[in-house]
């Protein structure tokens, strides 16, 4: 019974985990915004920091990976990681300019394919008694990887799909 219990809570964490909402939004207006600059070199990320007024609800220090050039009275397609909390903005989907700002899969694809070495030699570096431990956690975090990418995947495509219904 114990069992069933820990298969049915770890399923629902997991369709949690999974579950992203989508929403429709035209700005009436759109203030404080801000570009940040994170990290250096090629793994330069731009982070774009804004606030906003649409149809009497207000959203205060939002922040989305990419660029954005926010305008007034244009169609937007935000994914929210919870139902109505604006803070918990993933990634938005300019309509006009058919243009998706985000994380991307890339994160999620080198940390798959960068532990595929560690799992290969984790023999060599900690022996055979400490190697199934060290290639259980390479395994999570390479499915973590793989999970992380397909579902950035999906969620752009619902993006794309809701913006043509736009």
Same mark, same amino acid.
């Given at each position: 019974?114990?069992?069933?219990?820990?298969?049915?809570?770890?399923?629902?964490?997991?369709?949690?985990?999974?579950?992203?909402?989508?929403?429709?939004?035209?700005?009436?207006?759109?203030?404080?915004?801000?570009?940040?600059?994170?990290?250096?070199?090629?793994?330069?990320?731009?982070?774009?920091?804004?606030?906003?007024?649409?149809?009497?609800?207000? !959203?205060?220090?939002?922040? @989305?990976?990419?660029? %954005?050039? #926010?305008?007034?009275?244009?169609?937007?397609? +935000?994914?929210? *990681? &919870?139902?109505?909390?604006?803070?918990?903005?993933?990634?938005?989907?300019?309509?006009?300019?058919?243009?998706?700002?985000?994380?991307?899969?890339?994160?999620?694809?080198?940390?798959?394919?960068?532990?595929?070495?560690?799992?290969?030699?984790?023999?060599?570096?900690?022996?055979?008694?400490?190697?199934?431990?060290?290639?259980?956690?390479?395994?999570? !975090?390479?499915?973590?990887? @793989?999970?992380?990418? %397909?579902? #950035?995947?999906?969620?752009?495509?619902?993006? +794309?799909?809701? *913006? &043509?219904?736009?």
């Amino acid at each position: 019974m114990q069992q069933l219990l820990r298969v049915v809570r770890l399923r629902s964490i997991l369709l949690e985990c999974l579950r992203v909402h989508y929403e429709r939004v035209r700005f009436d207006r759109v203030f404080d915004i801000c570009r940040s600059n994170a990290g250096w070199g090629a793994s330069r990320r731009v982070t774009t920091l804004f606030s906003f007024e649409a149809a009497g609800q207000r !959203a205060l220090g939002l922040s @989305v990976d990419g660029e %954005v050039q #926010l305008r007034i009275g244009e169609d937007y397609v +935000a994914a929210l *990681a &919870r139902e109505g909390d604006w803070q918990s903005l993933v990634a938005l989907y300019d309509v006009a300019n058919r243009r998706y700002h985000g994380p991307d899969a890339v994160h999620g694809a080198f940390l798959f394919a960068g532990l595929i070495p560690f799992y290969l030699a984790a023999p060599l570096h900690f022996g055979s008694a400490g190697t199934r431990n060290w290639r259980t956690v390479i395994i999570c !975090a390479a499915v973590y990887g @793989v999970w992380s990418s %397909v579902r #950035l995947l999906f969620m752009r495509r619902k993006l +794309a799909r809701m *913006a &043509r219904q736009a």
